[in-house]
């Protein structure tokens, strides 16, 4: 009896903690995270990182990606296999946020808060003009910058991209630890940007607004810029908006504040 009473206290110890789901932008993968996820663990949360499809390793190649769902099909296998008893908190960072507002379409019931990270929020995806503009980042100023794959054939628009070694620091991680900016260079891969372009959420779900959604701008970035974020924050409105004094990588520049904030956050959604 006494072992059944500490199991089931153990348990609702354990529910009483947030599950965060981390999703990578292009190029990532579930590494990209490592800094957070330690500091996580060893906070005693439940934390599971993703990699999507030909991302980090997983071993498809990115120009036999072609629709969005394919390349999102590892975070819906994730939340398919998730008891619909529980709730996570989902946090994407840059192209990921495709992934998360993806999520919230299909599994609305299954989130608690959906944080998105210098990240792509389009309630709808890439519909219009103006979310191509609000959502697709402009790395024109920096000159020819992507290496691009035609997996469909020279004549054919692209289906992978992957920013040029050389211009990686100084676009991505400018103000992040040479050793980060090191280890991603080495690990980034080409991304399925035909896919990503494809993100179309016209399914919309009845329950979609119901999962609460915060927005972490980042002050410095060369990516997704804050003109675009301010945009995209304008047009969907999160429930909640902070500020980083980062570039687009705060996982790797200021893994305590984004930490802090993440735990601030869920604890903004009842969680201890």
Not at 37 to 54: A, F, Q, T
Not at 116 to 139: N, W
Request: aromatic residues 10%; glycine residues 6%.
């Amino acid at each position: 009896m006494g072992e059944e009473v500490i199991s089931m206290m153990e348990t609702e110890t354990a529910a009483m903690k947030p599950h965060f789901v981390l999703v990578h932008g292009i190029s990532g993968g579930a590494w990209c995270w490592y800094k957070i996820r330690c500091l996580m663990e060893n906070s005693g949360y439940k934390v599971s990182c993703i990699d999507l499809k030909g991302s980090g390793i997983d071993q498809s190649d990115a120009n036999s990606i072609l629709s969005f769902d394919d390349y999102n099909k590892p975070l819906t296998d994730f939340m398919s296999s998730l008891p619909d008893t529980e709730k996570v908190i989902l946090v994407g960072h840059s192209a990921g946020g495709l992934s998360v507002t993806q999520a919230t379409h299909k599994f609305a019931k299954k989130i608690r808060l959906a944080v998105y990270v210098a990240a792509t929020m389009l309630k709808l995806g890439f519909l219009t003009d103006q979310d191509l503009k609000d959502g697709v980042p402009d790395l024109s100023q920096f000159g020819d910058v992507y290496e691009l794959g035609f997996g469909l054939g020279p004549e054919q628009p692209p289906t992978s991209a992957i920013v040029k070694k050389e211009f990686q620091r100084k676009i991505v991680y400018q103000m992040s630890p040479q050793e980060d900016s090191t280890l991603a260079a080495m690990l980034l891969r080409p991304g399925p940007i035909l896919a990503l372009q494809s993100a179309q959420f016209t399914e919309v779900s009845e329950f979609v607004d119901n999962a609460p959604r915060i927005y972490i701008k980042t002050v410095h970035d060369n990516v997704v810029k804050p003109d675009q974020q301010e945009a995209m924050i304008k047009r969907w409105p999160p429930s909640q908006v902070h500020v980083l004094d980062s570039d687009h990588s705060p996982f790797f520049s200021v893994p305590f504040l984004l930490f802090g904030l993440l735990v601030k956050v869920a604890a903004s959604a009842g969680y201890n």
